[in-house]
């Protein structure tokens, strides 16, 4: 164990720090200006790449949300960066034993040894704020131990403060997303992340909806115990959703997307939360063709459901009643009246058709193909789209969700498979398959 840092966050603070200082904010500014894209694209998005792959915590989960997007950005873009981003879904250097059994005496009592019928120090995976240890739970059962890193609550904090400064250069990634609304929409959630108390709650929701059988394509791990830093659940064995993605069959393609899209479209029905991470390294494919789903502290509370805007204006796409479209978006955030006469129903058709188009069919099958086609021009910054973004937004308390569902649409367009995407919409939201559906 020679080697590893006692924090494997903030050990190295004023590095982290001059890696920003060496990005060229100035170029980041000029690119969104029409003599700025005569930039070279490649070598920004080098730079991006080392800088998120320097910073942690904070840093890994603006990457994250980022990666599912790789396949579709421009490849001046996405060659750089798409080593780095995929990283980031899975990679951090481990901390020594000794931290961690300091870790566990403060968090479960000097006695913690006594829960444990076996406990493995060597790490078995890193996580973007604490390391995950095999265990034997005192019944027996294999449990999985996760262990904050020391310190990580303030080293994520200052990596996302240094994030905000960088947010221009990450707009120039594309992804229809406002780069610094969503640094600010992490930033708001990261507290919770770093209470495992609130991850454990978290997770013991999704169980009870999804992980003791109800849902027999989906599995939540059991979770034994909880504390601020500690968070003990089931053990689980599995490939990662990448590797499915990359090198699965036909079958477990399917099968995956089946079970990706009634988790990620049913959730705010059934937990009335959303699991905000819905990247490939958060989903682990089992020999039975199981998906499970792991890593709850990214999660957000939607009391009603899916906004009844979002709601509303895709009904609206699916039924064709484009006059609506426009006085549907002014009603409910999504078009600023000074922006009224920039914007036609035409546009704001084309900004939802992610969420409307797949409802035509049974099984849809997703591609990057189809994504790259509604998104790719919104990455152009010379495209009406792109323009489009400027103008037609979405109410600041809605941007995490459409980030997830966005999120969700580009895993299931990785896996390029069928997904019962308007069945688990007409099971949980009928209202939004428009006025003929059933």
């Known amino acids: 164990m020679a080697g590893m840092s006692e924090n494997p966050l903030s050990g190295s603070p004023f590095r ?108 078995t995976a890193a996580a973007s704020i604490g390391q ?46 406002n780069m610094s609304d969503l640094v600010a929409e992490i930033a708001d959630n990261v507290l919770d992340e770093l209470d495992y108390r609130i991850e454990g709650d978290h997770q013991r929701a999704f169980h009870a909806a999804f992980g003791s059988g109800q849902e027999p394509l989906l599995r939540v791990p059991k ?37 990706l899209t009634v988790f990620e479209f049913s959730s705010p029905d059934l937990v009335r939360r959303m699991h905000t991470d819905p990247h490939p390294g958060n989903f682990l494919v089992g020999d039975d063709g199981v998906l499970t789903v792991i890593d709850f502290g990214a999660c957000i509370k939607v009391p009603d459901g899916l906004p009844r805007p979002l709601i509303e204006l895709v009904a609206a796409v699916v039924d064709g009643r484009r006059a609506d479209l426009k006085q549907l978006a002014l009603e409910h955030g999504y078009l600023a009246p000074e922006h009224a006469d920039e914007v036609s129903a035409g546009e704001i058709e084309a900004f939802l058709a992610p969420f409307a188009q797949p409802l035509a069919e049974d099984d849809f099958v997703f591609t990057v193909e189809w994504l790259t086609r509604v998104l790719g021009p919104f990455l152009d910054p010379k495209s009406p789209q792109s323009q489009l973004s400027r103008s037609f937004g979405m109410p600041r308390e809605y941007i995490m969700i459409h980030r997830i569902l966005a999120g969700a649409v580009a895993v299931l367009s990785q896996l390029s498979a069928p997904a019962p995407y308007r069945q688990v919409i007409a099971k949980h939201y009928p209202e939004m398959i428009g006025r003929g559906g059933k």
């Not at 990359?246 to 477990?252: F, W």
């Open 16 to 123: 982290r720090a001059a890696k920003l200082v060496s990005v060229p904010l100035g170029a980041g500014a000029r690119a969104l200006t029409p003599k700025g894209r005569q930039a070279n694209p490649r070598r920004t998005a080098e730079q991006l790449a080392e800088v998120l792959g320097e910073l942690k915590g904070g840093a890994m989960k603006v990457g994250q949300a980022l990666s599912v997007f790789a396949p579709i950005l421009p490849k001046e873009l996405a060659e750089p960066l798409s080593g780095t981003l995929r990283s980031l879904q899975a990679e951090a250097p481990p901390m020594p034993a000794s931290s961690v059994h300091r870790v566990l005496d403060r968090q479960l009592g000097t006695a913690w040894r006594e829960r444990f019928l076996e406990f493995d120090d060597v790490p």
């Open 132 to 177: 995950v240890h095999r265990a034997v739970w005192s019944d027996g059962t294999d449990v999985a131990v996760k262990v904050q890193y020391p310190g990580a609550d303030k080293a994520i904090q200052a990596d996302l403060r240094q994030l905000r400064v960088i947010s221009p250069l990450l707009q120039q990634l594309g992804t229809g997303t």
């Open 223 to 259: 979770v034994y115990a909880s504390s601020p830093k500690i968070l003990v659940s089931e053990w689980v064995e599995g490939v990662r959703l990448s590797e499915i993605i990359d090198r699965g069959t036909p079958e477990q393609r399917s099968r995956a997307a089946e079970a």
